[in-house]
């Protein structure tokens, strides 16, 4: 009697993905969504809608369906909730510009992946002329996405005075004040990181917001507030430096105060797989750090804060929720 062989699925599914990130970053770019936001069609209609030879728009629908970002029925393809939500066109948040980021600088940034891991050193990155744009259209999309989703999960009508500290976007305190416009707050970083918030604001923010210019590393925090927001900054410092900002944050808070710590965090015990993942991606793109979860908490409780939750947020870094003592 022999026995039976062990199923390989779970390796060839793995060792496929980056076939399939790179039919979905196609599908994207060529419209295949868009050529569905109106409805149900078939290969032939979307081929013709996005200008690819039916023999193209074929393959790329039914990978699609097996990624289950579409659905078929009756010869015809459908867009999903998400795909409908995201990527068709439509008046909502428009992930297209995350996907041509990834597609265009981080997936071939990765083919050095294997000699990062042996070094834990970045790959060379070029910025040059359209590719600083292509970044930064996908990394302000991603950290919309982040705002979006984070406001979902968290209530913000609890508070008046929210700091966003050395952060990335000016869209999470424009969400938040969305969920309650009676909230107002303080965007503070450095002059380079202000320039660049400021380019990105909408229309009226800065009548709810102030921006002010302070590097938490070295002088205090102006101002007093209730909630404190670390959004995508722990990756970018040392431990050193983020005891640094933490400290700084609970000194411009009373006890009690909340602080809402958003960021990628590495915790083999969840099995979140995007975390890692995007650890991944930090390290091949500029050498920045995702730090273990429980590493965090123990910076938290040397600075004044005492951990109350980590919440997940779905398609986007985890939040931790702390409370100042």
Do not use: C
């Not at 970002?69 to 795909?83: K, P």
């Not at 995702?290 to 947020?313: F, I, N, Q, S």
Request: glycine share 8%; aromatic share 10%.
């Amino acid at each position: 009697m022999t026995n039976s062989p062990v199923d390989p699925s779970p390796l060839a599914k793995v060792a496929s993905g980056f076939m399939a990130a790179k039919q979905f970053f196609a599908a994207s770019e060529l419209g295949v969504f868009a050529a569905l936001a109106d409805g149900p069609a078939t290969s032939a209609a979307v081929a013709e809608s996005a200008g690819v030879p039916e023999r193209s728009a074929r393959i790329l629908l039914d990978a699609m369906v097996g990624l289950e970002l579409l659905t078929y029925a009756d010869g015809q393809y459908t867009n999903t909730a998400a795909t409908s939500a995201y990527l068709a066109g439509g008046e909502g948040l428009d992930l297209r510009p995350w996907l041509a980021f990834w597609d265009a600088l981080s997936y071939p940034h990765w083919l050095g992946y294997t000699d990062s891991m042996r070094t834990a050193q970045p790959q060379p990155f070029d910025m040059g002329g359209e590719r600083m744009e292509t970044f930064m259209g996908g990394v302000q999309t991603y950290n919309s996405l982040h705002a979006q989703q984070l406001a979902e999960v968290y209530d913000f009508t609890k508070h008046e005075n929210l700091l966003d500290l050395a952060g990335l976007s000016t869209a999470f305190l424009d969400e938040a004040h969305k969920r309650n416009p009676k909230l107002r707050g303080a965007f503070v970083s450095t002059d380079m990181m202000l320039q660049m918030a400021k380019g990105g604001a909408p229309a009226g923010f800065d009548e709810f917001v102030e921006f002010v210019e302070a590097d938490p590393l070295t002088t205090e925090v102006p101002g007093h507030y209730d909630s404190v927001l670390l959004e995508h900054v722990l990756h970018r410092f040392t431990p050193e430096e983020n005891k640094t900002i933490l400290t700084r944050a609970r000194a411009a808070v009373d006890a009690g105060a909340t602080l809402l710590v958003l960021d990628f965090l590495l915790d083999a015990a969840d099995g979140r797989r995007l975390d890692p993942v995007l650890a991944g991606e930090y390290l091949v793109i500029d050498g920045t750090v995702v730090y273990p979860e429980d590493e965090v908490k123990g910076w938290l409780e040397a600075t004044g804060w005492r951990w109350v939750e980590t919440r997940p947020v779905p398609g986007s870094p985890r939040v931790i929720i702390a409370e100042a003592v």
